[in-house]
């Protein structure tokens, strides 16, 4: 019998299994960047971006409605939250930094909150049921900016400004697919920054992420994560979208030790979800990852660039959104 090498074997594996996988692309040309996904269910998709834009599918990406909210036709709203087909909250950036509602599904929005403090950069949103969620933005006289709301997002707070993480010379958030924020636990958010150099913050805890740093446009851009241990971590640097090097990083011990796949994800990446048991979903400018094998290994699934890739808090659909108004669904498909 003719023996294959290990690695052989592995890269046949993973040839196996990224044909078994796609993305279709739903719809493109409408004049925005999308940084912002918010998948409520397998039908009703939110997304929102550049140019005050917002989108909204109620049939499972089949057909999509658009918005340019009014009076704010220049702002980049790179995050995005929604709770059914009616409500959701958008993030517009800074300066001045804004959080807007709606509840009548985009026709209208109400301005929830406003900051406009010389360098306020609003970076994600996340939430941890319906009424409670938090904002993160980059550092101001080296603390994170943090704000909490407890009534849907109707208002926010500011926590107290010894309470707020602090941060070292050259360290921020990447505004780049609202995912460097997630409510691990019932009480528990956790973040990652990037800049010269990437910390993963738990609490008081701040732990050294093993990803490409030394550039403002290097680190951490994303996590994800499948239980309260273990977290996937990827970046890059997104001047240099083909590099592979110091792209992903995994902990299943809450940043006690790191593990570097063995075939990283095919470039920078922006995003990262966690899609079944052993499976991840990545998307950078230069394509999209599919991991089978829990991270150990990674496939180019696609080479359409997108910013952002989320799954439906309840239900099976992922979702992704990128460039040029392109939206685009993950699919599995059945052997």
């Given at each position: 019998m003719k023996l294959i090498p290990a690695f052989l074997c592995l890269l046949l594996?993973?040839?196996?299994?990224?044909?078994?996988?796609?993305?279709?692309?739903?719809?493109?040309?409408?004049?925005?960047?999308?940084?912002?996904?918010?998948?409520v269910n397998d039908d009703v998709v939110w997304?929102?971006?550049?140019?005050?834009?917002?989108?909204?599918?109620?049939?499972?990406?089949?057909?999509?409605?658009?918005h340019t909210v009014r009076g704010y036709e220049k702002t980049e709203f790179r995050d995005i939250e929604a709770f059914d087909d009616q409500t959701a909250l958008i993030m517009g950036i800074g300066e001045p930094a804004y959080i807007l509602r709606t509840t009548d599904g985009g026709q209208n929005w109400q301005l929830v909150?406003?900051?406009?403090?010389?360098?306020?950069?609003?970076?994600?949103?996340?939430?941890?049921?319906?009424?409670?969620?938090?904002?993160?933005?980059?550092?101001?006289?080296?603390?994170?900016?943090?704000?909490r709301t407890f009534d849907n997002g109707v208002s926010w707070n500011e926590i107290p400004e010894p309470n707020k993480p602090q941060a070292?010379?050259?360290e921020a958030c990447f505004a780049s697919s609202g995912t460097n924020v997630r409510a691990v636990q019932k009480s528990e958010a956790v973040f990652v920054s990037g800049g010269l150099q990437s910390f993963l913050h738990i609490r008081d805890q701040k732990i050294k992420i093993p990803l490409m740093e030394g550039r403002e446009s290097t680190g951490a851009n994303s996590f994800a994560f499948k239980h309260p241990y273990t977290y996937m971590v990827v970046g890059g640097d997104f001047n240099q979208r083909d590099s592979i090097g110091g792209n992903c990083a995994i902990t299943r011990?809450?940043?006690?030790?790191?593990?570097?796949?063995?075939?990283?994800?095919?470039?920078?990446?922006?995003?990262?979800?966690?899609?079944?048991?052993?499976?991840?979903?990545?998307?950078?400018l230069n394509g999209v990852d599919y991991s089978y094998d829990d991270g150990l290994s990674f496939s180019l699934i696609s080479q359409e660039g997108f910013h952002v890739c989320r799954k439906a808090k309840k239900g099976n659909a992922v979702f992704l959104a990128g460039g040029n108004g392109k939206i685009g669904k993950f699919i599995k498909q059945q052997k």
């Open positions: 594996t993973i040839g196996t299994a990224s044909q078994a996988q796609q993305v279709q692309v739903l719809t493109k040309g409408t004049p925005t960047s999308i940084r912002g996904l918010s998948v997304v929102s971006g550049s140019a005050g834009k917002v989108g909204r599918s109620i049939d499972g990406g089949l057909h999509w409605e658009w909150y406003k900051n406009d403090k010389k360098g306020m950069f609003l970076d994600a949103m996340e939430f941890w049921n319906e009424q409670s969620g938090i904002v993160i933005g980059d550092p101001i006289d080296g603390r994170f900016f943090i704000a070292i010379q050259g011990d809450r940043g006690k030790s790191w593990e570097i796949p063995a075939v990283p994800p095919h470039g920078y990446r922006s995003c990262v979800e966690h899609i079944g048991k052993k499976e991840w979903l990545t998307c950078g």
